[in-house]
């Protein structure tokens, strides 16, 4: 029998991949029975163990994020999608932490550089900017955010690769996108969406852990809302939808930190997108919360209508 091996890294050149043996022992030690299953899964479907970093100095529109290489039947990863994840962890939890700070202050400038390098990483490659903070060369005065940042990171990254384990531990094959029908894709990756939740998000930890875990899962919605305008995708579940099933699970309670980073995440998709929301005056943050998600809802059922009129023309 094939045994469990995740620690076969090939790593890349962007600077977020140095992070490569960080994100696969947080992939490890998200569940205790992960390694059991991840044998299983070996076994039962033959997924080559190991995870590919795809190098590469491309956009993330032409790289894209991750998936299983038809051919290898290896998790492949991309670097470029790291270097834009890792911005964004960066960019949310220095607004985050930065909430009640001035617009000019000196983190939130940062954060607002990290998020805008990120977006400019989608349509077109760069080098990662000086001026730009980063996993590797912190200064004394940004290193314990840094710090943070590369945690939560991991967990992110955790995410999005649980995710395409469980396509394979959901016994999803490799079929053209173009022969299944919308539904059926749509409905398999809810349900890889949802094994990588229960995965890597459900069992007991520590407190501190808890949190670091939760703001990861707010981190990855919140960087796959971003990389598109529409909440309406082709095959993947509506993106005010995931964030409703992601939060169900990792974030139950109506008032956490964890709904207030993906506050933060929305807030910068209306503003960079130019899709303007309704943020009601409240007197509870359940309320508010509520309010943005009917708000993102509305958008959502434009993006439909415009979705169906275009196949109707």
């Known amino acids: ?25 947080t992939l490890e030690a998200s569940d205790p029975a992960f390694v059991q299953t991840a044998r299983d899964v070996i076994t039962r479907f033959g997924l080559k163990p190991g995870i590919e970093i795809v190098k590469g100095k491309q956009p993330l529109r032409k790289v894209g994020a991750a998936c299983v290489h038809d051919g290898t039947h290896q998790v492949q990863l991309s670097e470029t999608f790291l270097s834009y994840l890792w911005c964004m962890s960066y960019s949310l939890l220095a607004f985050y932490d930065t909430l ?11 954060a607002r550089q ?5 977006m400019s990483l989608v349509s077109a490659y760069a080098e990662w900017p000086d001026a730009v903070p980063n996993p590797v060369f912190g200064v004394a005065a940004d290193q314990t955010l840094v710090e943070k940042v590369n945690a939560v990171f991991c967990y992110a990254a955790n995410f999005v690769l649980l995710h395409e ?10 079929v053209s996108a173009a022969v299944q029908p ?3 894709l749509i409905d398999e990756e809810r349900q890889a969406d949802r094994w990588a939740w229960e995965h890597g998000f459900t069992s007991p930890v520590t407190n501190q852990i808890q949190l670091t875990r939760q703001f990861g899962g707010a981190v990855a919605v919140s960087a796959l ?17 995931r964030i409703k099933n ?25 503003q960079y997108h130019g899709r303007p929301l309704e943020w009601i005056a409240a007197n509870s943050f359940e309320a508010i919360f509520e309010g943005v998600l009917t708000s993102l ?3 959502r059922e434009t993006d439909e209508i415009l979705r169906i009129s275009a196949r109707i023309r």
């Open 1 to 25: 029998m094939p045994d469990y091996d995740f620690r076969t890294l090939q790593k890349g050149d962007q600077l977020a991949t140095v992070l490569g043996n960080n994100l696969v022992h």
């Open 100 to 110: 009640l700070s001035s617009d000019d202050s000196p983190v939130r400038t940062k």
């Open 114 to 118: 990290a998020f805008d390098y990120a």
């Open 165 to 174: 384990i469980g396509h394979v531990a959901c016994g999803h094959t490799q």
């Open 182 to 184: 919308r539904w059926q």
């Open 225 to 241: 809302l971003m990389l598109n305008k529409a909440l309406v995708h082709s095959r993947h579940p509506d993106s005010d939808e």
């Open 246 to 270: 992601a939060l169900t699970v990792i974030a139950p309670e109506p008032v956490s930190h964890c709904r207030l980073l993906v506050l933060q995440g929305v807030r910068l998709w209306e």
């Open 297 to 299: 809802s509305k958008h």
